[in-house]
């Protein structure tokens, strides 16, 4: 076929496009979606892969945008973003921020102060369309690994798409303009853009999932060519309708078009479509947690929407049986406000309980959050669309957007003064409970009687002063520097006073030797110390490679490389410096590793202290391994207590359960090396039978594996007095 001059008359369409009617099937794929990611929030063993239902979004936000912006690039020669962007402005902020709103104030009620930090910021960011990025960095911030999840967690889904809706336009137009200007088949070299843009944002999607796969799940790079997928479709109608290549604006049915009459085409375009739905089961059972996520599997559920799509474009009809039912049309109807409400409903139902969700709680959940979107279909979402600033500019609409969005940003930030506020009356709490004999660890001490000395907490200390991550005073970069993939590991902090014959320490692991830092800084200030401070969060000091971490695979090599060369550099420079002691600790309890040999975990683990830790005790260091804390199994955490109504001793474990084997630990006291001691602290979180959530009026524990930073003050003096003993060889 004779190519078309490529002028705006040429790109305008012929006929009536594909699919500009009202699709059945693709609101049957939002019913389809929202159900699932419900579904998966509130049974997530029943369908392991309902998170893909945000996929299915993406690509139908990708098609039906496409084919509008390209239908008014066709028609006009122009995108009216004023317009563009005042419509989505009325679509989706009203419901957005009612229920953001609603979160915000529900949780400044029901949950306690140490969560309105995390509440408020990413209310913030939800509001501002920028909570997936904030995410993302949550993600590689080992620190805030295990925080719960906020009311608003859901909204880095919104972010993307609106992140999409800003550039989407602007490239569209762009691209079709430049190909005015080149003469170039416009929706051909639409094709082309979008095709890139397509091949590029997967690529980067497969590397980044494999080298950093929590982050990679929330950023925008990592997702656009699911965007892309469904555009390309769109573009691909355009062809259906117009003949010739992609989108040339011939007149006409294409040669495509007029074959999906006939018999054998419909039976593909079927098989298509079946084949779409048999993508999509596959995706949403056999999907789970640990799969390597969006990345390259993520092509499955993407690809099985897009079939879906592109054969109801051509049949005119579904390849989903029963799409016009109504109650999956109404379904589809309220998807948008039914993902908004479900979430947040979930979080505080908890608290609110006061206890884990059971079946009739969660169906309960699942009503009302069904009963709420409707409601607010009727009473948000269609209004603002259809009545909300009718017949006033474009602008009038955007501006009252961010306006509405400044509102909640300042709810957010009264709420984050709220936080602050309520830390400091508990730190003053804190003050006064510390006077008490009964004061947390030392509750347990001999001599002392101390009435419910396991529950219930007298505070909550629980907030961020709480937290094991913290810079201690006194300490500065260390000028022989300890680098890896461009961060610095290695701080000095001199207590010697200028004394010549001080002690040299080196205070070394994970986290986990993280959560001990106020007790033993403590000690190294008495002590005079010149203390070497070098950790690593979620790395080991085992000289091999891991294969788990906290029940998931860490098979990202970027990960392994940062690990095994931390823990190689600080042994050459104990080899080389000879301190007087090391202090160590790490979570090995909840690290798996692989030598190659076969071999159980203890044993492995003994050849790598061997190989390692043992070399440092022969060269005449003395080497105190801290023996890990006990396991809070999820259960002996303050989200526990607090749901129990602060019946401390429902959140108690079993010590034969909690309290397991230290692999690191267990090699190292096995060993028999003189110069090779345990510090074993966990009589300060156990009895005979139980390991506790609650000791002496205090948490014992910031999250689900960290010790909060009270506890540990209130035990120092013990870890005082066995550190020393083990460090002066008694």
């Given at each position: 076929m004779t190519q078309q001059s490529p002028t705006l008359a040429a790109a305008r369409p012929a006929a009536p496009e594909p699919g500009t009617k009202f699709r059945t099937d693709i609101q049957a794929l939002r019913a389809l979606a929202v159900a699932a990611v419900v579904v998966n929030h509130l049974w997530p063993r029943l369908l392991p892969g309902g998170f893909v239902g945000?996929?299915?979004?993406?690509?139908?936000?990708?098609?039906?945008?496409?084919?509008?912006?390209?239908?008014?690039?066709?028609?006009?020669?122009?995108?009216?973003?004023?317009?563009?962007?005042?419509?989505?402005?009325?679509?989706?902020?009203?419901?957005?921020?009612?229920?953001?709103?609603?979160?915000?104030?529900?949780?400044?009620?029901?949950?306690?102060?140490?969560?309105?930090?995390?509440?408020?910021?990413?209310?913030?960011?939800?509001?501002?369309?920028?909570?997936?990025?904030?995410?993302?960095?949550?993600?590689?911030?080992?620190?805030?690994?295990?925080?719960?999840?906020?009311?608003?967690?859901?909204?880095?889904?919104?972010?993307?798409?609106?992140?999409?809706?800003?550039?989407?336009?602007?490239?569209?137009?762009?691209?079709?303009?430049?190909?005015?200007?080149?003469?170039?088949?416009?929706?051909?070299?639409?094709?082309?853009?979008?095709?890139?843009?397509?091949?590029?944002?997967?690529?980067?999607?497969?590397?980044?999932?494999?080298?950093?796969?929590?982050?990679?799940?929330?950023?925008?790079?990592?997702?656009?060519?699911?965007?892309?997928?469904?555009?390309?479709?769109?573009?691909?109608?355009?062809a259906l309708a117009g003949g010739g290549s992609a989108g040339d604006g011939a007149p006409g049915r294409g040669a495509l078009a007029r074959a999906a009459r006939h018999p054998a085409a419909r039976l593909w375009m079927g098989l298509l479509g079946g084949a779409g739905v048999a993508a999509l089961v596959l995706s949403l059972v056999f999907f789970d947690e640990q799969t390597l996520f969006p990345g390259a599997t993520a092509l499955l559920p993407v690809l099985g929407t897009g079939a879906i799509v592109l054969s109801g474009s051509v049949l005119g009809r579904s390849a989903l049986p029963a799409v016009g039912f109504r109650p999956i049309q109404g379904l589809g109807d309220i998807s948008y406000s039914l993902y908004l409400w479900h979430w947040p409903l979930i979080v505080l139902a908890v608290p609110l309980l006061g206890h884990e969700l059971r079946t009739r709680e969660k169906l309960a959940i699942a009503a009302v959050s069904v009963v709420l979107a409707v409601l607010t279909k009727r009473f948000v979402e269609d209004p603002g669309r259809a009545r909300l600033f009718r017949n006033r500019k474009p602008r009038?609409?955007?501006?009252?957007?961010?306006?509405?969005?400044?509102?909640?940003?300042?709810?957010?930030?009264a709420m984050l003064l709220s936080a602050g506020h309520a830390e400091q009356l508990e730190?003053?709490?804190?003050?006064?409970?510390?006077?008490?004999?009964?004061?947390?660890?030392?509750?347990?001490?001999?001599?002392?009687?101390?009435?419910?000395?396991?529950?219930?907490?007298?505070?909550?200390?629980?907030?961020?002063?709480?937290?094991?991550?913290?810079?201690?005073?006194g300490c500065r970069a260390a000028k022989d520097?300890?680098?890896?993939?461009?961060?610095?590991?290695?701080?000095?902090?001199?207590?010697?006073?200028?004394?010549?014959?001080?002690?040299?320490?080196?205070?070394?692991?994970?986290?986990?030797?993280?959560?001990?830092?106020?007790?033993?800084?403590?000690?190294?200030?008495?002590?005079?110390?010149?203390?070497?401070?070098?950790?690593?969060?979620?790395?080991?000091?085992?000289?091999?490679?891991?294969?788990?971490?906290?029940?998931?695979?860490?098979?990202?090599?970027?990960?392994?490389?940062?690990?095994?060369?931390?823990?190689?550099?600080?042994?050459?420079?104990?080899?080389?410096?000879?301190?007087?002691?090391?202090?160590?600790?790490?979570?090995?309890?909840?690290?798996?590793?692989?030598?190659?040999t076969g071999r159980d975990q203890l044993s492995q683990y003994r050849s790598s202290v061997e190989r390692r830790i043992a070399k440092w005790g022969n060269n005449g260091t003395r080497v105190v391994m801290i023996r890990d804390t006990p396991l809070t199994l999820g259960k002996s955490t303050p989200t526990c207590v607090i749901n129990n109504?602060?019946?401390?001793?429902?959140?108690?474990?079993?010590?034969?359960?909690?309290?397991?084997?230290?692999?690191?630990?267990?090699?190292?006291a096995e060993l028999g090396h003189p110069n090779l001691k345990v510090l074993d602290l966990s009589d300060q979180f156990c009895d005979d039978a139980r390991c506790y959530a609650v000791t002496g009026g205090l948490f014992v524990f910031f999250d689900n594996n960290h010790l909060s930073r009270s506890y540990v003050e209130s035990l120092a003096p013990v870890f005082e007095q066995r550190l020393l003993s083990l460090a002066r060889g008694a």
């Open positions: 945000v996929d299915v979004f993406f690509v139908i936000s990708g098609f039906l945008i496409t084919r509008h912006l390209v239908e008014e690039l066709r028609g006009t020669g122009r995108v009216r973003l004023a317009v563009f962007y005042g419509r989505r402005m009325r679509r989706l902020l009203p419901a957005a921020l009612l229920v953001a709103a609603g979160s915000l104030a529900a949780s400044w009620i029901i949950q306690p102060y140490s969560r309105w930090l995390d509440v408020a910021w990413e209310t913030l960011a939800a509001v501002f369309y920028g909570e997936n990025w904030l995410l993302a960095a949550k993600s590689v911030d080992y620190s805030a690994d295990h925080e719960m999840a906020t009311p608003v967690q859901h909204y880095w889904s919104l972010s993307v798409e609106e992140q999409f809706y800003l550039v989407w336009p602007l490239m569209l137009a762009g691209a079709f303009l430049l190909a005015l200007r080149l003469r170039k088949a416009p929706l051909t070299f639409l094709t082309a853009v979008m095709g890139t843009v397509f091949v590029l944002s997967l690529a980067y999607s497969v590397y980044f999932t494999v080298a950093s796969k929590n982050e990679a799940y929330f950023v925008t790079t990592t997702r656009a060519w699911e965007f892309a997928a469904g555009g390309l479709i769109a573009l691909a109608t355009f009038v609409s955007i501006l009252a957007g961010f306006g509405a969005m400044a509102v909640a940003g300042v709810l957010s930030f730190q003053q709490q804190l003050a006064l409970l510390a006077k008490s004999p009964c004061y947390g660890a030392a509750s347990l001490g001999d001599g002392v009687s101390c009435p419910e000395r396991y529950g219930p907490p007298n505070a909550l200390n629980i907030g961020k002063a709480e937290s094991p991550y913290f810079a201690v005073s520097q300890i680098r890896v993939q461009g961060i610095a590991y290695l701080q000095d902090c001199d207590y010697s006073g200028g004394k010549k014959d001080a002690k040299t320490v080196w205070f070394i692991g994970d986290s986990h030797a993280e959560h001990w830092k106020v007790a033993f800084f403590d000690l190294a200030r008495k002590q005079g110390w010149k203390v070497r401070l070098s950790l690593a969060g979620g790395c080991s000091l085992a000289d091999v490679r891991r294969v788990a971490f906290m029940d998931a695979p860490r098979l990202d090599a970027q990960s392994q490389s940062k690990c095994l060369d931390w823990s190689g550099q600080v042994s050459d420079r104990i080899m080389e410096q000879r301190p007087d002691l090391v202090v160590a600790s790490t979570f090995s309890v909840k690290e798996t590793i692989d030598d190659g109504k602060g019946n401390a001793l429902a959140c108690a474990t079993e010590r034969r359960k909690a309290l397991v084997a230290d692999p690191t630990a267990k090699a190292v």
